[in-house]
């Protein structure tokens, strides 16, 4: 019986330790396959970005000079009245198509892992006001109001990509007066802990629940196209940059009421800022109570 019982269980033993082989045996089958897959679809999207980059920088060249060109015969005195319409066709089509290339060339390069931020000193409330006299302007040409709201303290200098933040703010703003046709567009800033928040809220047509991920995606419009005369990848690079930037981007919206879109960016406040000193101002001397100076000197 004793004898039994013992092989029994090494019988049980061995047919446990099998299974357990053959499942691990199968975990290694699908992770090598799954390694494949990551390194195939990482060839792939490198492949692609290049495509892309390739393409769009021979693209960009002519382009150039047919801007360029236009600008010339639009300038020149000598060029008759009734061409000038056929040429501000051409140079709205052509900025047109030169978005559409740096939209790409933006996407490529955050996608390939090539875009490199550069943070500098930025005026803070400066910048804003420039984004505000952008907007105003803009805004009154479809007779809409636009505000700047400044909701505490704001910090004089702070440090980022200015680059990156206008074109992430510019993106959210010029969507928001595109898809608004009464009433008005606000951006609304704060400023708490390093980081900056920045709500831009209109009147607009708002967007469906089931569009919102939607508008995100390249060449997506949330169904709402009669509106845009965007490429359809403004908001996707505005996620990937406000990603790379390490901030979050969330939006809400009503049909038929507005949209309201929230991006939070880390800007840390410059204390002794170097874009406030006058580098032009020579030091003549020392201005101030009369102090008591030793000068030690050993030879």
Request: aromatic share 4%; hydrophobic share 40%.
């Amino acid at each position: 019986m004793t004898r039994e019982s013992r092989r029994v269980a090494q019988e049980e033993s061995e047919r446990q330790t099998s299974l357990l082989i053959q499942e691990i045996d199968a975990h290694e089958k699908t992770d090598q396959a799954l390694q494949k897959a990551k390194e195939a679809s990482e060839a792939a999207n490198a492949a692609k970005s290049r495509y892309i980059t390739g393409l769009s920088h021979e693209l960009r060249t002519p382009l150039n000079s047919i801007l360029g060109f236009t600008q010339i015969l639009q300038r020149d005195t000598t060029t008759p009245p009734h061409h000038q319409d056929p040429l501000a066709t051409i140079m709205r089509s052509s900025s047109h198509l030169l978005s559409l290339i740096n939209g790409l060339l933006d996407v490529a390069k955050i996608e390939a892992g090539k875009l490199k931020l550069e943070p500098t000193e930025i005026l803070f409330q400066e910048f804003l006001h420039d984004l505000e006299k952008m907007f105003a302007s803009t805004a009154q040409e479809k007779n809409l109001g636009f505000r700047l709201e400044l909701e505490g303290r704001m910090p004089m200098v702070v440090r980022g990509d200015e680059k990156r933040v206008r074109q992430i703010l510019i993106n959210l703003l010029g969507n928001a007066v595109n898809f608004t046709d009464s009433g008005e567009v606000v951006l609304r800033v704060s400023y708490r802990r390093e980081t900056a928040i920045f709500d831009i809220v209109d009147s607009g047509i708002g967007i469906a629940p089931e569009q919102i991920e939607r508008i995100f995606q390249p060449f997506e419009r949330g169904g709402q196209t009669r509106h845009d005369n965007g490429v359809g990848l403004g908001l996707t690079i505005t996620r990937m940059l406000t990603a790379l930037m390490g901030g979050a981007l969330s939006v809400s919206s009503t049909p038929g009421e507005g949209t309201h879109f929230k991006v939070r960016l880390f800007l840390s406040e410059v204390r002794v800022p170097k874009a406030v000193i006058d580098v032009n101002h020579d030091v003549v001397g020392y201005d101030g109570e009369r102090r008591l100076v030793l000068v030690v000197d050993d030879h």
